[in-house]
């Protein structure tokens, strides 16, 4: 059963510690094991291009960054990637990337969807995570293979989002709340999420951010704690952030919280947990996340896709990493279900209604 917090209560529970998080940790393990099982699923991660028309003031790849040199994979680099995915029995990769939505880009993207169902006899499942699209785009990229879309909308509260994006109708929270909308109207199976522990951020936040996402009845998440980038606009307020420990157990709180709230959507183990610390995701998966998506973007480029500072995986996705990611996830009470695409549940729960 879902439980249902009110605003005090989640500030109260996201603060709590000792007897109580400990719980608060063991209640999230429990429901999850016992709505959708302790199986874990893979998705490999193939970072595209850090070539972005954004310029989102937390983000390391934003427009105006010149100091980072800009990639874009070949196709043939991306199809490769996708074949290892495939035959290490991934089951789904994420196709993720800096934003564009020209149409040499667009219908790129739609090209190389048609190639990786085709290579992969349609056993791979697609999900991506490519940024505000039009309606058109959204439904022509579901119609070329991709079923599930990640669009974090980084804050729920418009004046917080107003403070870390340029003040812009290419930076609106309107319109990803639009393009949510567009996202489910096109059949997706649909993530969102959020930035833990920004500057200007309260507790308070945090708790609507949790009822924003129950609220949308969404089928997926991916949040993580924000993490300071020295060549971004936000690192000046970075003297008001609370410390990398704090902002990893915050993001642990609010992982257990919406496996509570959200017994049976998947909820993604990010990469900003382990770049806090080694085994950050692998704290998540225990209480309450059911998703990891290794990095298997070509090691030659992934340097270079820095959203943050002290990004790790730099081997990730290797055949030795591999083995490594798997023990640590038996070691922390799940399993790794290869070969599957792993849906949200809730999905397919909200979709028979
Ligand atoms: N710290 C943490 N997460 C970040 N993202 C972008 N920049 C940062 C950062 N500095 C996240 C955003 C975006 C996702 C792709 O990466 O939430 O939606």
Not at 60 to 82: V, W
Not at 164 to 184: A, F, M, V
Not at 255 to 279: C, S
Not at 308 to 314: A, H, I, Q, S
């Amino acid at each position: 059963m879902k439980k249902v917090y009110s605003i005090p209560e989640l500030v109260h529970l996201l603060n709590c510690e000792g007897e109580e998080e400990k719980n608060l940790y063991n209640e999230a393990k429990e429901v999850k094991n016992k709505t959708i099982g302790n199986f874990v699923y893979l998705r490999g991660l193939i970072e595209i291009s850090n070539i972005c028309t954004k310029d989102c003031l937390y983000c390391g790849i934003r427009k105006s960054n010149t100091d980072t040199g800009r990639y874009s994979l070949t196709d043939e680099e991306i199809l490769d990637a996708a074949t290892f995915a495939h035959t290490h029995r991934f089951g789904s990769i994420v196709l993720q990337g800096g934003e564009r939505s020209d149409s040499a880009f667009t219908n790129r993207v739609t090209r190389l969807l048609r190639q990786i169902k085709q290579q992969s006899n349609g056993e791979l499942g697609i999900t991506l995570s490519l940024g505000e699209q039009s309606l058109e785009t959204y439904k022509q990229w579901r119609e070329a293979g991709a079923h599930r879309y990640l669009l974090r909308i980084e804050s729920s509260n418009p004046e917080l989002y107003a403070r870390i994006h340029p003040h812009d109708t290419h930076h609106s929270h309107d319109t990803r709340l639009k393009c949510l909308e567009y996202l489910r109207e096109s059949g997706y199976q649909v993530g969102t999420g959020v930035m833990i522990g920004l500057p200007f951020q309260t507790t308070e936040d945090l708790a609507k951010d949790l009822l924003f996402l129950q609220n949308m009845d969404i089928d997926m998440v991916g949040m993580g704690p924000y993490l300071e980038h020295h060549a971004t606009p936000l690192y000046q307020y970075r003297h008001l952030l609370l410390s990398q420990q704090q902002r990893l157990r915050l993001s642990l709180h609010m992982v257990a919280l919406l496996r509570l709230m959200m017994p049976d959507i998947n909820i993604a183990a990010t990469t900003a947990l382990q770049a806090i610390e080694p085994e950050g995701r692998e704290k998540a998966l225990e209480i309450g996340a059911n998703v990891v998506m290794p990095n298997i973007t070509p090691t030659t480029n992934r340097t270079l896709y820095k959203l943050y500072e002290n990004k790790p995986g730099v081997h990730e996705g290797a055949k030795e990493s591999m083995l490594q990611l798997e023990k640590s996830i038996l070691r922390c009470g799940c399993q790794v279900a290869y070969g599957e695409w792993g849906d949200s549940q809730h999905f397919a729960h909200r979709t028979k209604e």
